[in-house]
């Protein structure tokens, strides 16, 4: 089992920035690949961004590329999204999820542990 719990969510006005973190608990974090995903109401869940277990590949949604930066400490067994330039459209509950694949497993949404989200609003 991977127990995993985001943090660092919360109110933001467009234009700003956020660090979100991921803690991962349980069996070894190093050996899975990272991903975050968000949801707003109404909206089905998307992918945002993922990270092999290496830290060397990276995938992006292309809504975020450029604006958002995932990575990872292995000694610290968490995983960040930084997200900046916000917009509105950004506002979701962010969660974090696991995959003992690779990054394009984690983008295909078949995850095998996910965290319980963090709330990210974006004012205009």
């Known amino acids: 089992q991977v127990q995993l719990v985001e943090s660092g969510g919360g109110l933001v006005q467009a234009g700003g920035s956020l660090r979100l973190s991921c803690a991962a608990s349980g069996r070894t974090f190093s050996g899975y690949a990272m991903g975050w995903f968000r949801q707003s109401p109404g909206n089905e869940r998307e992918f945002v961004a993922a990270i092999g277990w290496r830290g060397i590949t990276t995938l992006y949604a292309d809504s975020v590329k450029g604006r958002f930066t995932i990575s990872r400490d292995n000694a610290k067994n968490t995983v960040y999204l930084q997200m900046n330039r916000l917009i509105p459209e950004d506002t979701a509950v962010y969660y974090c999820?696991?995959?003992?694949?690779?990054?394009?497993?984690?983008?295909?949404?078949?995850?095998?542990?996910w965290g319980q989200g963090t709330q990210v609003i974006v004012s205009s």
């Open positions: 999820a696991a995959n003992r694949g690779s990054a394009s497993t984690v983008v295909a949404g078949r995850n095998d542990y």
